[in-house]
């Protein structure tokens, strides 16, 4: 989860880098790709925290 948490801020720092500083003109570079990473990691990042708590939960499913 930490991973995926660092992975969104980077995207996110991306954007606003060469928002600030204009190094690169090209749109797909500075704007279009680190937000679509930063989707997919937001994506990600809510289904694991959602899937953590199934994995966290012990069922007992035991006959005896």
């Known amino acids: 989860?930490?991973?995926l948490?660092?992975?969104l801020v980077v995207s996110v720092a991306i954007i606003v880098f060469f928002g600030r500083t204009k190094l690169e003109t090209n749109v797909w570079?500075?704007?279009v790709a680190p937000a679509l990473a930063a989707l997919g990691f937001l994506g990600v990042l809510v289904v694991a925290l959602q899937m953590?708590?199934?994995c966290l939960t012990a069922v007992d499913n035991s006959l005896a």
């Open 1 to 3: 989860v930490g991973l």
């Open 5 to 7: 948490l660092a992975l």
């Open 29 to 31: 570079t500075t704007k």
């Open 52 to 54: 953590m708590s199934a």
